[in-house]
Each structure stands twice: as structure tokens, then as C-alpha cells.
């Protein structure tokens, strides 16, 4: 899957082939920080506009029920 852009101010765009079931952000720390459930397509946008500045990681689950992390700066 694709995140993009990376860093991000406000809105992270999260686009997989396979479809997305769900997305979760968690901190460096491993705390889940935001979720999004129940998506049904290939691509969703996020808004980040409320976490702090820093490193993050964007979890999906895609419609398989596979699982792939990537890292993003929120900035």
C-alpha cells in the first residue's frame, strides 16, 4: 500500500490495491492514537490534523485480512 504525503500536515492519503478493511495510527510507543473501520474501497484519507508533531506508523488491514505497516512524519 501507498501513504502519501509523507511528511504530512493535515491529510494523509492511504491507497491499496487490494482494498482497505481498516486503518489504525499508533505513536512510536505502540499506543492506537486514531481507527478508521468499515472502509470499502481502495483509497481513504485520514486527517492527522489533531495528533502531535512526530513519528507515527499507519496500520492496515486489507480486505484479505492482511496486514502492512508504513511510517509516516506528521508535521
Do not use: C, W
Request: no cysteine; proline share 3%.
Amino acid at each position: 500500500f501507498s501513504v502519501y504525503p509523507n511528511p504530512v500536515a493535515a491529510s494523509l492519503n492511504v491507497n491499496n490495491t487490494t482494498g482497505i478493511r481498516s486503518v489504525s495510527i499508533v505513536n512510536v510507543v505502540g499506543q492506537e492514537v486514531l481507527r478508521v473501520n468499515n472502509i470499502d474501497n481502495n483509497a481513504t484519507v485520514i486527517n492527522t490534523s489533531d495528533l502531535n508533531r512526530g513519528i507515527y506508523f499507519v496500520n492496515v488491514t486489507d480486505a484479505n485480512g492482511m496486514h502492512s505497516s508504513r511510517k509516516f512524519i506528521r508535521e
